[in-house]
């Protein structure tokens, strides 16, 4: 049994949430309070887990073989006691943490299903991937909470590989969510080192207890982010690696240490009640939480540290308080590249988004803080590409071509040449094979350029927001019609949509609301008499 079926067995799980009146948006968490019972029983079993085990009277046996309300109410006892223990890590875990099932035989179902799946095919890729997969389900197919969505594993996998943690590092996330970059830098450091094997002890030590640190403003989703992270070895400090605050105020500014590299992607829209960050270290003040983390991201670099960060569109090219963010994000920080990613690979259609690579000071003077960027790269891998979604899924191979381009340098500064035509005329080609016959590879039409400081100054206004491939489906100005005709055939389609409308609502009955409708219709349009 792989662990995709596995994933999807407990997300069928949901069906008996459901039954019990708990509604979408609440599945995962109510799963994940038993779930990580569980798992922590089968780690222990297997000798994995040897710190933050759950106390006597709180582990998967004290709940097994027990029915009726003598189970439900020993398992929100257990609850209670979990979020008061002794271990830190573990309280905060539980923190709050309380069911919403009334029917017992409900729980009994869930903990029979849980113990028939086959743990020992689980434990091969390790119980925290398994979790994280149910996670990115959950993501998948809640789409629910503005901003709330989860990064796509290829996009984060493949910066992770752009910017190639290091062991020894601080590594941060300010908007940690479930905490998806740190478990991903986590695991790329591991397959560096066999499982930090090759490290030191005292070292190995440092990734396993103060490498990562991330905050979350959502209880919910902290507390998803610390049973990740535990579940993938990853203990953080007594508050756990992920702690609970609000990054945009003063907890952001005296918890979260400088950092050698920092990986997030903040949420979308602006404060509430529109007064912005209450941090009195920001030089700007703004309302939008996008613009907002950039100047903590960029503030909280070591010198010589580096940034990946993944922001809408609105954050290249917001005038006001926007230009001179990044203006001074190009003072004292070099960046380097900007990747300019599909439509349709988050939840909220239309959203367009990019990753901002850059770095504090320069190679030669991590110091440095004005005119650190000279020229910034783009890789546009949103025009004329497919629209993803369920049916074209957004994977790993449509991002080789780029990190190619970016270079094997974590700080964006290996040789680079312009010119790369992978995925053009729809093809998809991964190496730029299958273009269409005769269409010539021009800067044009390639999606990696260079745009100098100057340039982007003088003919942008500071503006990020650059695009200069040809959209496929774009029509020519001067290929239209004159305006009257346009006009006159937009009425004449919509007259026939109208008219199939009415067609349609009569042969369902609705013929009296048919008629009322055209009435108002046809008093809008001045068409009655009187």
């Given at each position: 049994?792989?662990n995709?079926?596995?994933?999807?067995?407990?997300?069928?799980?949901?069906?008996?949430?459901?039954?019990?009146?708990?509604?979408?948006?609440?599945?995962?968490?109510?799963l994940?309070?038993?779930?990580?019972?569980?798992?922590?029983?089968?780690?222990?079993?297997?000798?994995?887990?040897?710190?933050?085990?759950?106390?006597?009277?709180?582990?998967?046996?004290?709940?097994?073989?027990?029915?009726?309300?003598?189970?439900?109410?020993?398992?929100?006892?257990?609850?209670?006691?979990?979020?008061?223990?002794?271990?830190?890590l573990i309280?905060?875990?539980?923190?709050?943490?309380?069911?919403?099932?009334?029917?017992?035989?409900?729980?009994?179902?869930?903990?029979?299903?849980?113990?028939?799946?086959?743990?020992?095919?689980?434990?091969?890729?390790?119980?925290?991937?398994?979790?994280?997969?149910?996670?990115?389900?959950?993501?998948?197919?809640?789409?629910?909470?503005?901003?709330?969505?989860?990064?796509?594993?290829?996009?984060?996998?493949?910066?992770?590989?752009?910017?190639?943690?290091?062991?020894?590092?601080?590594?941060?996330?300010?908007?940690?969510?479930?905490?998806?970059?740190?478990?991903?830098?986590?695991?790329?450091?591991?397959?560096?080192?066999?499982d930090?094997?090759?490290?030191?002890?005292?070292?190995?030590?440092?990734?396993?207890?103060?490498?990562?640190?991330?905050?979350?403003?959502?209880?919910?989703?902290?507390?998803?982010?610390?049973?990740?992270?535990?579940?993938?070895?990853?203990?953080?400090d007594d508050?756990?690696?992920?702690?609970?605050?609000?990054?945009?105020?003063?907890?952001?500014?005296?918890?979260?240490?400088?950092?050698?590299?920092?990986?997030?992607?903040?949420?979308?829209?602006?404060?509430?009640?529109?007064?912005?960050p209450?941090?009195?270290?920001f030089?700007?003040?703004?309302?939008?939480?996008?613009?907002?983390?950039?100047?903590?991201?960029?503030?909280?670099?070591?010198?010589?540290?580096?940034?990946?960060?993944?922001?809408?569109?609105?954050?290249?090219?917001?005038?006001?308080?926007?230009?001179?963010i990044?203006?001074?994000?190009?003072?004292?920080c070099?960046?380097?590249?900007?990747?300019r990613?599909?439509?349709?690979?988050?939840?909220?259609?239309?959203?367009?988004?990019?990753?901002?690579?850059?770095?504090?000071?320069?190679?030669k003077?991590?110091?440095?803080?004005?005119?650190?960027?000279?020229?910034?790269?783009?890789?546009?891998?949103?025009?004329?590409?497919?629209?993803?979604?369920?049916?074209?899924?957004?994977?790993?191979?449509?991002?080789?071509?780029?990190?190619?381009?970016?270079?094997?340098?974590?700080?964006?500064?290996?040789?680079?040449t312009?010119?790369?035509?992978?995925?053009?005329?729809?093809?998809?080609?991964?190496?730029?094979?299958?273009?269409?016959?005769?269409?010539?590879?021009?800067?044009?039409?390639?999606?990696?350029?260079?745009?100098?400081?100057?340039?982007?100054?003088?003919?942008?206004?500071?503006?990020?927001?650059?695009?200069?491939?040809?959209d496929?489906?774009?029509?020519?100005?001067?290929?239209l019609?004159?305006?009257?005709?346009?006009?006159?055939?937009?009425?004449g389609?919509?007259?026939?949509?109208?008219?199939?409308?009415?067609?349609?609502?009569?042969?369902?009955?609705?013929?009296?609301?048919?008629?009322?409708?055209?009435?108002?219709?046809?008093?809008?349009?001045?068409?009655?008499n009187?």
């Amino acid at each position: 049994m792989t662990n995709n079926d596995i994933v999807q067995k407990l997300w069928n799980l949901c069906d008996v949430l459901r039954d019990d009146g708990i509604n979408y948006s609440h599945y995962v968490t109510e799963l994940v309070l038993l779930l990580f019972i569980k798992m922590e029983y089968e780690n222990t079993q297997a000798g994995i887990l040897d710190q933050h085990k759950l106390p006597e009277g709180c582990r998967w046996r004290d709940l097994t073989g027990k029915s009726g309300l003598t189970l439900l109410n020993d398992y929100k006892q257990m609850l209670l006691d979990l979020s008061q223990s002794d271990d830190r890590l573990i309280a905060a875990i539980y923190a709050d943490a309380q069911t919403s099932l009334r029917e017992p035989r409900h729980l009994e179902q869930l903990i029979k299903s849980l113990d028939a799946i086959d743990w020992f095919s689980a434990q091969k890729d390790g119980l925290g991937d398994l979790y994280e997969g149910l996670l990115e389900k959950n993501a998948n197919e809640t789409k629910s909470g503005a901003g709330q969505y989860f990064t796509p594993r290829a996009l984060i996998d493949s910066i992770i590989r752009c910017v190639k943690p290091q062991t020894g590092e601080i590594i941060q996330d300010p908007a940690a969510g479930t905490a998806g970059f740190l478990v991903a830098a986590d695991a790329y450091m591991k397959s560096e080192t066999d499982d930090y094997i090759d490290l030191p002890a005292k070292a190995a030590k440092f990734q396993k207890t103060e490498a990562f640190i991330g905050m979350e403003l959502v209880p919910n989703t902290r507390r998803l982010a610390l049973m990740n992270c535990l579940l993938h070895g990853m203990e953080g400090d007594d508050e756990g690696v992920v702690h609970l605050g609000n990054t945009l105020s003063d907890t952001g500014k005296t918890q979260l240490p400088k950092a050698d590299l920092i990986l997030t992607n903040p949420p979308f829209g602006t404060a509430k009640g529109g007064g912005g960050p209450t941090r009195d270290d920001f030089t700007f003040k703004t309302s939008n939480k996008q613009l907002a983390f950039l100047q903590h991201i960029y503030r909280s670099l070591k010198p010589g540290g580096r940034a990946a960060v993944v922001l809408p569109d609105n954050v290249l090219f917001e005038a006001g308080v926007g230009t001179e963010i990044r203006r001074d994000l190009m003072d004292k920080c070099n960046l380097h590249t900007i990747l300019r990613l599909p439509t349709g690979i988050f939840y909220a259609q239309g959203v367009k988004t990019n990753v901002l690579f850059f770095t504090k000071g320069t190679a030669k003077k991590p110091k440095q803080e004005e005119n650190c960027t000279q020229n910034v790269w783009v890789y546009d891998l949103r025009s004329n590409m497919p629209s993803f979604g369920k049916r074209t899924l957004f994977g790993e191979q449509h991002l080789k071509p780029f990190e190619k381009a970016f270079g094997r340098k974590a700080d964006g500064t290996s040789k680079r040449t312009e010119g790369e035509w992978s995925f053009t005329n729809n093809s998809l080609s991964l190496e730029g094979e299958g273009r269409g016959e005769g269409e010539e590879q021009t800067e044009e039409n390639s999606r990696w350029r260079s745009f100098s400081r100057d340039w982007i100054r003088d003919q942008k206004g500071d503006s990020l927001d650059i695009a200069w491939i040809k959209d496929e489906d774009s029509v020519d100005a001067k290929n239209l019609s004159e305006p009257e005709v346009l006009a006159a055939e937009a009425m004449g389609e919509l007259t026939e949509a109208l008219r199939e409308l009415d067609g349609l609502m009569r042969a369902l009955g609705a013929g009296d609301e048919a008629e009322v409708q055209r009435q108002v219709l046809a008093d809008s349009m001045g068409l009655t008499n009187g």
